[in-house]
C-alpha cells in the first residue's frame, strides 16, 4: 500500500474523532462521571455528589483474576532453548506490561502494542490507547495491520509530533495548525525523517476487549449513573430535608428576616405564633430496595459476584468456581484473544532473534498457558497430579501448580538438585 501524506491526515481526523469518543471511558475510569456535569444543583441545600467507582473495581478485578499470575509458555515440540529465550528476554517486563495492556483495553475497548528495539538493543514494547493511537486493517477476517499512527508530545513543548509506521520504516512529522477561512483550522504534516525497523510488519498489535471492540463496562454506564444520583439525592436529603419546608403560623416574617434567622440560627415570634417543619416522609424500604436492585443490575451485567455478601469461611475452591462461573466465561473468551495478542507479541520476538543471533524459531511451537488468580486447593490438585503422573507429561502436570512460573526450568531444577544428591548418597553407602 502506497503511503502519501493525504493518507495519513484522514487516519489522522479518524483520530481525532475516536479519541473523543473514547475519552468519557477513561473519566468514568478515573472517577469522572456524568453526575459531576449535570446533577441538578438546588440553590441553598446540600448539593453532594457521590461517585461509587465500579469501573474501576470491575476492570481491575477482572485483568487480575486473568493475569494476576505470570502466563506461562510450554513448548510444543519440548525444545527447551525456546522457553529460555523468552524467559531471558521478556520475563523482567511482561508480566505488568500484560495487564496494562489488558486493563486499557478493558477501558477503551481496545489497546495497543508497540513493539520495538530499546536503546540497549533489546527487544521491548510498550502500550497505546485509543486516545493517541491509530490502526488502519486491511479489511480481511485476520484484521492485519497495514498502518498505524502515535500521536504525542515531548516533555516542556507544545509541539504535537507524530510517528507512523509501516511494514518497513517508521516516518516522523510533526503536526501543525493551519489557518482557514472562517476562523477553522486545519492539521498540516511537517516531515522531518524516517528510520527502518527490522520486523518486516507493521510493529503494532491491536488488544480488542471482545469481538465488539466495546468498552468492558460500556452497557452498564447508565446503571452507573442512576446508582451515583439515588445515592446522591438521599444524602442530600438526609442532609438539609431537601423536601421540607418551614411552617410559620400566626406571624409574618420579611425576607430580609429570613436570612438573619438562617444564619442566626434563631427564630423570634410573636405571642401565639408557631414555627414547625413540613416534611415529606422517606420510604426507606422502598429507596434501600431500589439501591440494592441497581446494584444487583450492575453485578449482574457484569457477570461479577459481590465479595461483599456473607460468604461462608471455608468455601472451597470449586465453590468459588461455580460461583465465578459467569465471570469464567467472560474471562474466557478475554483469554483467548490475549493469547493471540501474546502469539503476535512472540511472531515479532522471534524476527528480532532471527536478525539478532541468525536462529530461526516458529511462535507457533509456543503454548500460552494462563492460571486463574484465585485460592487454590493445593492439596486436592497435589492429588490430581499424582494421580494423573502415567498419563501427562511432567511438564503438562507442573503448570497446573499455580507457583511455578516456568514448568520447563522447574524440571531442570528437579533434576540437578537430584543428580547433587545422588552421589552424595553414594558416598554415604560406601
Not at 8 to 23: A, F, G, H, T
Not at 52 to 71: A, C, I, M, S, W
Not at 114 to 133: D, M, R, W
Not at 142 to 149: E, M, Q, T, W
Request: glycine fraction near 4%; charge should be negative.
Amino acid at each position: 500500500m502506497q503511503v502519501t501524506e493525504q493518507l495519513i491526515l484522514e487516519c489522522l481526523k479518524e483520530l481525532n474523532k475516536q479519541s473523543l469518543s473514547k475519552q468519557q471511558y477513561k473519566d468514568y475510569y478515573e472517577g469522572n462521571h456524568k453526575i459531576l456535569k449535570d446533577y441538578d444543583i438546588q440553590d441553598s441545600r446540600s448539593n453532594r455528589k457521590l461517585i461509587f467507582n465500579y469501573p474501576r473495581k470491575f476492570v481491575d478485578n477482572e485483568t487480575g483474576y486473568l493475569l494476576g499470575k505470570p502466563v506461562n509458555y510450554i513448548s510444543k515440540t519440548d525444545d527447551a532453548e525456546i522457553i529460555e529465550k523468552i524467559d531471558h528476554e521478556m520475563s523482567h517486563w511482561d508480566k505488568e506490561h500484560n495487564i496494562q495492556l489488558r486493563k486499557q483495553s478493558e477501558i477503551f475497548g481496545d489497546s495497543y502494542e508497540l513493539n520495538y528495539v530499546n536503546q540497549e538493543g533489546e527487544f521491548s514494547a510498550t502500550i497505546l490507547t485509543p486516545l493517541h493511537c491509530f490502526v488502519l486493517e486491511d479489511g480481511t477476517a485476520d484484521r492485519n495491520v497495514v498502518l498505524g499512527l502515535h500521536r504525542f508530545t515531548k516533555p516542556f513543548e507544545e509541539k504535537q509530533f507524530l510517528d507512523v509506521y509501516t511494514d518497513q520504516e517508521i516516518l516522523h512529522y510533526e503536526i501543525s495548525q493551519e489557518q482557514q477561512g472562517l476562523g477553522k483550522q486545519q492539521e498540516k504534516l511537517l516531515y522531518i525523517g524516517n528510520h527502518h525497523h527490522i520486523f518486516e510488519r507493521v510493529p503494532i498489535i491491536t488488544c480488542p476487549a471482545n469481538t465488539e471492540r466495546k468498552s468492558g463496562f460500556q452497557d452498564v454506564m447508565s446503571l452507573f449513573d442512576a446508582y451515583n444520583a439515588l445515592n446522591s439525592d438521599l444524602v442530600n436529603e438526609i442532609a438539609d430535608h431537601r423536601n421540607a419546608y418551614l411552617v410559620i403560623e400566626n406571624a409574618r416574617i420579611e425576607e430580609e428576616d429570613l436570612v438573619n434567622m438562617k444564619k442566626m440560627g434563631i427564630i423570634q415570634v410573636p405571642s401565639g405564633g408557631k414555627v414547625s417543619w413540613l416534611t415529606k416522609e422517606i420510604n426507606d424500604s422502598f429507596v434501600k430496595n431500589e439501591l440494592d436492585n441497581l446494584e444487583r443490575k450492575i453485578y449482574d451485567l457484569m457477570d461479577e459476584v459481590n465479595f461483599n455478601e456473607n460468604w461462608s469461611s471455608n468455601t472451597s475452591s470449586l465453590a468459588l468456581r461455580n460461583k465465578l462461573l459467569n465471570l469464567e466465561n467472560r474471562v474466557s473468551m478475554r483469554e483467548a484473544i490475549m493469547e493471540k495478542v501474546i502469539k503476535q507479541r512472540l511472531k515479532n520476538f522471534f524476527t528480532y532473534l532471527q536478525k539478532k543471533e541468525g536462529k530461526l524459531y516458529d511462535y507457533r511451537d509456543v503454548s500460552v498457558k494462563f492460571t486463574r488468580n484465585l485460592p487454590t486447593d493445593l492439596v486436592g490438585l497435589a492429588d490430581v497430579i499424582v494421580k494423573l503422573k502415567d498419563i501427562c507429561s511432567q511438564e503438562t502436570l507442573l503448570s497446573l501448580l499455580p507457583f511455578i512460573e516456568n514448568p520447563k526450568m522447574e524440571i531442570q531444577k528437579f533434576i540437578s538438585e537430584q543428580n547433587r544428591i545422588l552421589p552424595d548418597e553414594l558416598a554415604e553407602g560406601e
